[in-house]
C-alpha cells in the first residue's frame, strides 16, 4: 500500500519562526495570513482591486482585523465586488445592507460603496480598466520603500495625487491616509518592514506617473 501524499501545511506553519512587520507579530491567523499571502503582492485583477478599495474605506474609524472578519460577509453582501452588479443595486436592497451583521452597517460606506462601482465602471471605461488607470501612476513598476519597522508613513505625494482625482472622479471615502493603505494593499507600493521576511530586494522604484485626463 503506497503512502498518501502529504497535504500542505498551512501558511502560518510553513512561515512559522519567521520575521514579519510589526502589526502582524502575535496577530490571529486571519491577519497573518493576509500579511503573509495578500498584503503588498500586486494586483492587477479589477474586482479584486474594487473589493479592496471598498474594504479599506470601510476600515474607517475601525481596525483591520475587524474588517477582515467580515470580508466573507462583504462577498455576500456585495455580489462577490463585481461592480456592474453593485452598481445596480437599488434603494430598497441597500437599506437591507443596513440590516446585514456581516458587514459595517454604516449608511454612509454602503452608500459609497455603490457610487464608487458606478464611478469604477465610468473609470473603466475611460480607460480600458481600473488596473491600467492605477498602476499608470507608477509606470506598472511597484513603488519599494523598505522602510524600518514601524517607520511606513500613512499618507504620501503619490496618495494625494490618487486621492484628489479619484474625489473628482465621483469616488467617496478615499481621502489620502485611505488610499495609502490601498495602495499597500494592492502592491503599487509595497512597505513591507526592511527585517521582514516579505520584504523584496532592493530595486527601482516606479517611474514617474503619466499625465492624466482630468475631469
Not at 523584496?200 to 482630468?214: K, S
Request: charged share 30%.
Amino acid at each position: 500500500m503506497t503512502d498518501k501524499p502529504r497535504a500542505a501545511p498551512p501558511a502560518r506553519a510553513r512561515h512559522a519562526g519567521k520575521r514579519r512587520c510589526w502589526w502582524a507579530r502575535g496577530a490571529d491567523a486571519d491577519y497573518v495570513r493576509y500579511h503573509d499571502e495578500e498584503w503588498g503582492r500586486p494586483v492587477h485583477d479589477d474586482r479584486l482591486l474594487f473589493e479592496m478599495l471598498t474594504l479599506e474605506g470601510a476600515q474607517a474609524g475601525l481596525s483591520w482585523s475587524t474588517i477582515l472578519r467580515k470580508r466573507a460577509g462583504y462577498r455576500r453582501a456585495f455580489a462577490d465586488f463585481e461592480p456592474r452588479k453593485v452598481a445596480r443595486f437599488d434603494a430598497r436592497r441597500r437599506t437591507a445592507l443596513r440590516r446585514d451583521a456581516g458587514i459595517v452597517r454604516n449608511r454612509l460606506k454602503i452608500e459609497s460603496t455603490v457610487s464608487n462601482a458606478r464611478a469604477f465602471l465610468a473609470l473603466q471605461r475611460e480607460f480600458g480598466s481600473f488596473d491600467r488607470y492605477l498602476w499608470s501612476y507608477v509606470a506598472g513598476k511597484p513603488i519599494v520603500n523598505r522602510p524600518r519597522s514601524g517607520a511606513a508613513p500613512s499618507r504620501t505625494p503619490l496618495s494625494d495625487q490618487v486621492s484628489r482625482d479619484l474625489v473628482k472622479r465621483g469616488f467617496r471615502f478615499v481621502g489620502t491616509t485611505i488610499v495609502y493603505a490601498f495602495l499597500q494593499a494592492v502592491g503599487v507600493v509595497n512597505d513591507h518592514a526592511r527585517d521582514c521576511f516579505r520584504c523584496p530586494p532592493r530595486r527601482a522604484a516606479g517611474g514617474r506617473a503619466p499625465r492624466h485626463r482630468q475631469k
